[in-house]
């Protein structure tokens, strides 16, 4: 099954050339274009994609709020966001928003394609060695490992997460047990509770 995209920026032209070229990648569909800020949320909506892509300098500087916006309505969809320049605080920024995907322009199309269907798997695709860790002490979490928390503290089961972040429910099992070692948890309903008082979810 292709990942649906869609992708987001400043100028039609551009992005009409850029879903043609990402449309020749196998396993790759882009299924809607949105320039503007008010176009993104209700093309999310429309065509319910696997993946967000997010020009960074879109809709005049908007582009994190955006991000946020999506993931808060559409949890199931995944954020790349597509920046000039890949820095440490650019990613932190990224990645607080909601981003499972940080890019940068230059970067080559293998290079997206890996960080589109990354994010599409639910994984954080950043280079290394710009992730500075969300941190308890030692311990990093993941965005999703913070995801799967959340919606733990709210009681649902790994069938209801699992659904809810599009995920598999072995990925979603697999993704607790990180966080579980990660905080010192009990079982998944302690780790959150330990993630919540710190301010994690």
Request: hydrophobic letters at 45%.
């Amino acid at each position: 099954m292709s990942i649906r995209v869609v992708v987001a920026g400043d100028h039609q032209l551009v992005l009409e050339a850029f879903a043609e070229t990402l449309n020749g990648v196998d396993g790759l569909e882009v299924v809607g274009l949105a320039t503007s800020c008010d176009a993104v949320l209700p093309a999310v909506g429309r065509h319910r994609p696997t993946v967000l892509l997010l020009g960074e300098s879109t809709m005049a500087g908007k582009a994190l709020r955006v991000a946020t916006d999506v993931r808060s309505h559409h949890p199931k969809c995944g954020v790349a966001l597509m920046v000039g320049t890949a820095t440490p605080s650019v990613v932190d920024r990224a990645v607080a928003a909601g981003a499972l995907g940080v890019v940068p322009k230059n970067a080559r199309l293998p290079q997206l394609v890996t960080t589109l269907m990354g994010v599409a798997g639910g994984c954080l695709t950043v280079d290394p060695s710009l992730l500075r860790p969300v941190a308890v002490g030692e311990t990093m979490l993941s965005v999703r490992e913070m995801d799967v928390l959340r919606l733990t503290a709210g009681g649902a089961t790994v069938k209801e997460i699992a659904g809810e972040l599009y995920l598999a429910a072995g990925t979603v099992r697999n993704l607790t047990s990180a966080a579980i070692k990660k905080l010192g948890g009990r079982n998944r309903f302690d780790a959150a509770r330990i993630a919540g008082e710190h301010g994690l979810l």
